[in-house]
């Protein structure tokens, strides 16, 4: 052995092993430097990979993710970037190919291992079955706001956890520990622990998707009672209130409402992404006078003149709800976010039918 060196292994064969030497760009202590075009994305990252990486969020909530300035200071993020999380579905189809064109970042071009669509796997709803600028600015994938529905947040979870541990493969098991306690933590927000406990987060995660939960909660019986009994969390909180019909600003909270039962009857906007016309508004108020919608749900980044018109006029409240990470004070997470906008439901239904206008 005499003369040799240790560890001594002929070149060649490292470069036709390289599985055997995961890239070690950040086994020394450097992080995974992630970009998220959303807030929402960013905090499910987070959640997910807390300080194995260094995040970046494009956005702000109190922004339209619709229309985001293409700063050169985002270039500058994603030219350093590992990974790139968009949300995808065409939302960002006004900023994000800008920015990434002037990043100049092989890494995180579309189509490239670190570019991750979020919207991979999910079940989108809305696909429109022509394609016309007389819809309005429709989005011709369907409808992307799909992160309203927190439990296609499990969804998002498995494609962010996988997209990390393939650029960073010595924290795989870490990035797959973290999705498994955020869904665990998104099922218990979603369902409440003592049913997650009863009858597991997988099962109710299933049928809730499959959109059989009620059919499985009555037909499930625990010591002589239904397992309905047992429902908590946002989905709990909110049976109180489900079925209500309510108007909302823009197509956004479609995915909310059908998870939580909400029904919406109309759009303050006559077509995505077109503002109220006096007539438009004039038959809302008809629509509202009839007394049988309790509720206006709309954004923080819109215009409210429109539902402050409304409201004046009709007597129906209007709760301008977050749909992102930061568009409210109390929104700091994806389950602060969630927190919120049921309580500011259930509270503003609490009161009852509208009073009526002036
Ligand atoms: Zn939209």
Not at 14 to 34: D, E, I, T, Y
Not at 68 to 75: E, F, L, Q, T
Not at 190 to 212: I, N
Not at 302 to 310: A, I, K, P, Q
Request: proline share 7%.
């Amino acid at each position: 052995m005499k003369g040799m060196r240790p560890f001594a292994v002929p070149l060649g064969l490292l470069l036709l092993a390289p599985g055997l030497f995961p890239p070690s760009a950040f086994a020394g202590g450097g992080k995974v430097r992630v970009v998220a075009t959303l807030p929402n994305l960013g905090s499910i990252a987070s959640a997910i990979a807390g300080d194995r990486i260094d995040l970046t969020t494009i956005a702000v909530g109190t922004q339209d993710a619709h229309f985001v300035d293409p700063k050169p200071s985002y270039m500058v993020k994603l030219r350093n970037a590992d990974l790139l999380l968009v949300n995808g579905l065409d939302l960002e189809i006004g900023w994000v190919p800008p920015l990434t064109q002037g990043a100049r970042n092989p890494k995180i071009l579309q189509g490239a291992a670190g570019y991750v669509d979020c919207s991979a796997g999910i079940r989108v709803m809305e696909i429109p079955s022509s394609l016309s600028r007389a819809e309005g600015d429709v989005h011709p994938y369907g409808n992307p706001h799909y992160l309203t529905d927190p439990l296609n947040a499990e969804v998002v979870a498995g494609t962010i956890a996988g997209a990390l541990g393939r650029v960073d493969p010595a924290g795989a098991e870490a990035y797959e520990a973290g999705r498994k306690a955020f869904v665990k933590r998104l099922h218990e927000s979603l369902f409440g622990k003592e049913l997650v406990d009863l009858a597991g987060g997988a099962k109710l995660s299933r049928e809730a998707a499959a959109g059989t939960l009620d059919a499985f909660l009555d037909g499930t019986s625990l010591g002589g009672a239904p397992l309905r009994g047992r429902l908590g969390g946002w989905l709990g909180k909110m049976r109180a209130v489900k079925g209500t019909p309510v108007i909302t600003y823009h197509k956004d909270y479609s995915y909310f409402a059908a998870r939580f039962g909400i029904r919406v009857e109309e759009y303050v906007e006559p077509k995505p992404g077109i503002q109220p016309s006096a007539k438009h508004l004039e038959d809302l108020v008809q629509v509202l006078s009839r007394g049988d919608i309790h509720l206006i749900l709309t954004r923080p980044y819109v215009e409210h003149r429109s539902t402050d018109s409304l409201a004046d006029k009709t007597g129906v409240k209007v709760i301008t709800l977050p749909l992102e990470v930061g568009g409210a004070p109390e929104a700091t997470d994806y389950f602060a976010l969630f927190d919120f906008a049921t309580n500011q439901i259930v509270r503003a239904l609490a009161a009852g039918p509208p009073s009526g206008g002036r």
